[in-house]
């Protein structure tokens, strides 16, 4: 896409990417150590670790992509510390199934995000664009594996995860500019 005047430099919209990512990514972390804390003996609870695995190997590159290209991060990841578990620990009450609808939730919201990056960065930064795609598809793992686990019987699904969707819109808004 060609830059428009005032348009913020290219190394700005990388520097963007990189924090929203990571404010994405510790952010589902802190929705599974939420989730965790309440299925404690829950037989869904392996597969939540897996998926919370995976979210901390996430958080993990971005935090060194941060520090090499000296990045800082949102001033909010004090809101994200406590509203990701919130959110985790709050769905999670209201059953296993209602903490699947939760992922479902967030990782759509997530896929058309890593997909609209991708896009956006195009030939460039290769190696960022390999990451994003690499964890753009476990993150669709992790919605497809929580629609298995019967997230769409969770009570109030259509409210849940549409509400769910628009506080993950807010998040990355508000993360790509503060
Ligand atoms: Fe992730
Ligand atoms: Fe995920």
Known sequence: MRRLPGDPAEHDNTERM????????YGAARIYAGQL?????????????H??????RHLETFETLMRQRKVRPTAL???????????????????EKAAFACTVAVES???????????KLGSTESELAHTIETFRAEEAEHHDT?????AEQAP???????AIKGASRLAIWLSTRI
């Open 156 to 162: 109030l699904y259509p409210v849940l995860t549409a």
């Open 77 to 95: 990841m004090p809101l994200w510390h406590v509203a990701g578990f919130a959110l985790g620990a709050a769905t999670a009450l209201m059953g």
């Open 146 to 150: 929580s629609l298995a686990q019967g």
């Open 37 to 49: 804390a309440v299925l404690r003996n829950a037989p869904a609870r392996k597969l939540v670790e």
């Open 18 to 25: 990189i924090r929203v990512d990571h404010a994405g990514e």
């Open 109 to 119: 919201v997530i896929d058309g995000h890593y997909a609209a990056q991708r896009e």
């Open 51 to 56: 998926m919370a695995g995976q979210e901390r």
